[in-house]
Each structure stands twice: as structure tokens, then as C-alpha cells.
């Protein structure tokens, strides 16, 4: 009888150290697919700071040319 209780118990043993070792292949995994997430987050974070300065780059060379603009606008109507 004791001999039927030890073999459960190493069965049980065994499925606790297969299903250890499969956690810990799935925690590696999903540590490797959070690194890739987070060089893609870092990569888009950075792209958007390059997007915004040229943004705010773009909008400060139409104001320039608006009020180029208007100068020459202006100087028109004193011509007129």
C-alpha cells in the first residue's frame, strides 16, 4: 500500500517540476517579448519627439513666411 502512495507522490512530484519548467519557459518568453516591447515603445516615443520639434519647426517657419506675407501685402497696398 505505502508503495502505491509513493509512486503517486512521485507522480505528482514530477507533474509539479514539468509544469515548473514550462512556467518558467513562458516567464522567458514573456521577458523576452516584453524587451522587444519596450525597444518598440522607447523607438515610437522617440519618433514622435523627432515628429513634434519638426512640427513645432514647420509652424514657426509659416509664421515666418505669414508675416513676410503680410509685409509685402502691406507694402503693395502703400504702393497702391
Known amino acids: ?7 503517486k507522490l512521485e507522480s505528482k512530484v514530477q507533474q509539479a517540476i514539468d509544469t515548473i519548467t514550462l512556467l518558467q519557459m513562458e516567464i522567458e518568453e514573456l ?9 518598440d515603445v522607447q523607438s515610437m516615443t522617440d519618433s514622435r519627439e523627432a515628429l513634434v520639434r519638426e512640427n513645432e519647426q514647420l509652424k514657426q517657419e509659416q509664421s515666418a513666411w505669414q508675416e513676410r506675407l503680410r ?3 502691406g ?3 502703400d504702393v497702391q
Open 75 to 77: 507694402k503693395m497696398e
Open 31 to 39: 521577458k523576452e517579448r516584453n524587451t522587444v516591447l519596450s525597444q
Open 1 to 7: 500500500m505505502s508503495f502505491e502512495v509513493f509512486e
Open 71 to 73: 509685409t509685402l501685402l
